[in-house]
């Protein structure tokens, strides 16, 4: 992956107001190249909207969007060239079979040949329904052939507005397979939307969270890089008033001192708290995973 170059997409305090309505308020966002990038959000957050602003659907108030370097409001045709998206339902032609409607989108798009056809196939593991009429595909078939539509012309960005509404958790778990899949193969930065933070831990690398309309946080989730869990130590003591007082930026839950601290940092403040004369019973590490995270962000608004 190549993750230190230009990021694909850079989001610019990007507002859109409709009627005195603020609906998306000042949104800054670099997208990393190679990514599953996720978007979360409760309903009514803005996703759709930033999206529908990023594919050139909707128009931009204030701000600037630019993909690969070209911004969506100067150079829309270049901007848009490098975009793959699902952002409605896609118009599929359901008396044909899912081959057919692939090769009728290929010749509206210069340059896709038959062998891209059936390499965009693959990538979904469309390869045994291919030949059969729409009208017989699962929801999860049809969204297989929308992302296999979506990426014929090989763009960079591929953007999917809440894929995972109306899938099964095996549907869910194909999704997450061939985004991944199509990140590493294919370089494509891959921008997805959901409510479900469940699903985002599953499919991102990184997640942006925005909520009424504004970005409130971005995490990223790399299990190598342990983040996305934020490591705290909880301290079982005789005195945990005291305790609180003693360490700098502790904080009491549940009757227990809580640090932000990895393992040295945790011995130092048992050594604190023990030449402090406070009895230290239990020491733990708590994870917190980005659901408790984000609901406190959030207030626990909206969240399935
Ligand atoms: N054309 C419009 N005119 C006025 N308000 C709109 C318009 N489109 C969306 N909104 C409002 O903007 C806010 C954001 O809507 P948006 O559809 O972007 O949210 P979302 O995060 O996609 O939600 P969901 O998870 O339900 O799909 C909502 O309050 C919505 O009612
Ligand atoms: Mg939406």
Known sequence: MEMTQEPVVRMRDVSKRIGGKTLIDRLTL??????????????????????????????????????????????????????????????????????QNLLHYARMSPGVTKQRIWEAVERVGMQNRIHDKVKTYSLGMRQRLGVAQAILHRPKLLVLDEPTNGLDPQGIRELRDYLRVLA??????????????????????????????????????????????ERETAFEVSDPQRAAELIAGGRLEDGRLI??????????????????????????????SLEDQFLELTGGKDIE
């Open 30 to 99: 670099d997208i990393p190249r190679g990514q599953v990038y996720g978007f979360l959000g409760p309903n009514g957050a803005g996703k759709t909207t930033t999206i529908r602003m990023m594919v050139g659907l909707m128009s931009i108030t204030e701000g600037d969007i630019q993909i690969e370097g070209a911004s969506i409001k100067d150079r829309f045709e270049e901007a848009i060239s490098h975009v793959g998206a699902i952002v409605e339902n896609p118009e599929m032609y359901k008396f044909l079979t899912g081959y």
């Open 259 to 288: 640090v932000s601290a990895d393992r040295q940092a945790a011995a130092g403040i048992n050594a604190k708290l023990v030449m402090a004369g406070i009895d230290v019973y239990v020491i733990q590490t708590v994870t917190r």
């Open 184 to 229: 590493r193969e294919e370089g494509t930065t891959v921008f997805v939307s959901s409510h479900l933070l469940s699903e985002m831990e599953l499919m991102c690398d990184t997640v942006a969270v925005i909520q009424q309309g504004r970005l409130v946080d971005v995490k990223s989730l790399h299990p190598e890089a342990g983040e996305g869990r």
